[in-house]
């Protein structure tokens, strides 16, 4: 099975996206993890993304399609994959319907997790990552800032920081609403509402999967 989600930096995307790929045994595609690896790796994709990332601004379509290509064919089709990040802008969509033509490979669940603009930024500006495992938590869960993961330090992402927020925000509204409306021409894309625990979030989404396996 091979699954796109959609949502706003803040809709709660990475978690919903943990909790599908584990049970459906999917491999996880969060673009955002990879970029920020290569960033703590030093790798040359790191160096050359490092601050882009920081200001919160979109890595351009070239190096994104290299990367999506490179990584969606090491998967295998028996496993299916789950992107989480990825398309972002009308010319990833575009490209990735190419590439998945190239591949012989369709999507078979398109999801939109929908949480609006104030609930995100309120959200966001209490959010913590680890440095080390990428690890999100909340401030005032994490009194000691020590991730329970891997031990690593739990420190506020550098492009959570409010004025970056607001700035992926707008790119969000800008850019990648049209890579979504690209792909609905070809697939269903569901909207699901985000607002909730992540379990019962996690319930509409598995509602969805299941109408679109048994039809
Ligand atoms: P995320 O963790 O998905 O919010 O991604 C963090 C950052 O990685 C974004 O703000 C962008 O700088 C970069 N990024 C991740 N995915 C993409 C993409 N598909 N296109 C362009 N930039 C991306």
Redesign the pocket.
């Known amino acids: 099975m091979n699954i796109i989600l959609f949502g706003a930096?803040g809709s709660g995307?990475?978690t919903q996206a943990d909790l599908i790929v584990e049970s459906h045994g999917l491999k996880h595609v969060?673009?955002?993890?990879i970029?920020?690896k290569a960033v703590r790796d030093g790798s040359d994709l790191g160096n050359q993304?490092e601050s882009?990332?920081a200001a919160?601004?979109?890595?351009?379509?070239s190096v994104?399609m290299d990367l999506i290509r490179r990584v969606i064919s090491d998967i295998s089709v028996e496993q299916g994959w789950l992107l989480?990040?990825?398309?972002?802008?009308e010319d990833?969509s575009k490209g990735l319907l190419t590439l998945l033509d190239e591949l012989g490979e369709t999507v078979d669940a398109a999801i939109d997790i929908f949480v609006d603009n104030d609930e995100i930024v309120r959200r966001l500006s209490g959010r913590l990552t680890c440095d080390e495992c990428g690890r999100v938590g909340v401030a005032e869960n994490n009194a000691n800032n020590t991730c329970r993961n891997c031990k690593g330090s739990m420190r506020v992402r550098r492009?959570d920081k409010p004025e970056t927020v607001l700035k992926?925000q707008k790119?969000f509204r800008a850019r990648t609403r049209p890579a979504k409306d690209v792909l609905a021409q070809e697939y269903d894309v569901h909207r699901i509402d985000g607002v909730g625990t992540p379990t019962e979030v996690a319930q509409r989404i598995q509602s969805v999967l299941e109408q679109i396996n048994q039809a």
């Open positions: 930096p995307k990475g969060s673009t955002g993890d970029l920020r993304v882009t990332l919160g601004e979109l890595v351009s379509d994104m989480d990040g990825f398309p972002r802008t990833q492009d992926r790119i």
